[in-house]
């Protein structure tokens, strides 16, 4: 093999490798270019992610922010609802209240009546042999007019002996005025007391009203509110 064919065969195989070379980097640049596009499309699929589930966190923070201000205000509306309803209430109480001066200013004959009948009826509650009777400053003539009846009645009723009535000379507080309505105040009846003070039967007019409101309440709302949750 002479130079020539050496120089021939030399840049046959230099062509061969350059062509394998060339083609090799081009497969490398391809290969090189999908992991880049398939990295690319995780990179924006993985902060797509990222946005949706950030958007989706957001999200649920909106619907509980506005859950926990609609519970808020559903709330404060049914707070507002039911101190309207116990305005409503006390304001019946308060008339109630208003009216029972009424009483002992008005038929004095009634209201003497109604003391023999409160007086009676602590007796019965009592059974004691001796009590103690107080009521108001200005009651005091008219429960001794009644006490006798009183004590007679309640003898009939329980078949008892007749009990001992000591009126006390520490009165119940005077009827209730506009001008000072905070202080203590009696609308009217009687307390009685067993004489060691133990047993007590307060049979005012405010006391029975107050009974009276209390047992009757559940039925005062739901005659007065009943629409209001239907």
Known sequence: MNDTDVSKQIQQMVRFIRQEAEEKANEISVSAEEEFQIEKLQLVEAEKKKVRQEYERKTKQVEVRKKIEYSMQ???????????????????????SKALVKI????????????????????????????????????????????????????????????????????????????????????????????????VCENTLDARLDVVFRQKLPEIRKQLFSKMGA
Not at 174 to 186: A, G, I, M, N
């Open 104 to 199: 002992n200013s008005g038929d004095k004959n009634n209201y003497k009546k109604l003391l023999k009948g409160l007086i009676v009826q602590s007796l019965v509650r009592l059974k004691e042999p001796s009590v103690l009777l107080r009521c108001r400053e200005m009651d005091v003539s008219v429960v001794k007019s009644v006490v006798e009846d009183a004590k007679r009645e309640y003898t009939e009723k329980a078949k008892v002996r007749t009990p001992n009535v000591t009126i006390d000379n520490v009165h119940l507080p005077p009827p209730p005025t506009h001008s000072d309505p905070h202080r203590p105040s009696c609308s009217g009846g009687v307390v009685l007391a067993s004489e060691d003070g133990k047993i």
């Open 74 to 96: 559903l709330n404060a509306s049914r707070i507002k609802v039911l101190q309207a309803q116990d305005d409503v209430v006390s304001g019946m109480k308060e008339s109630a």
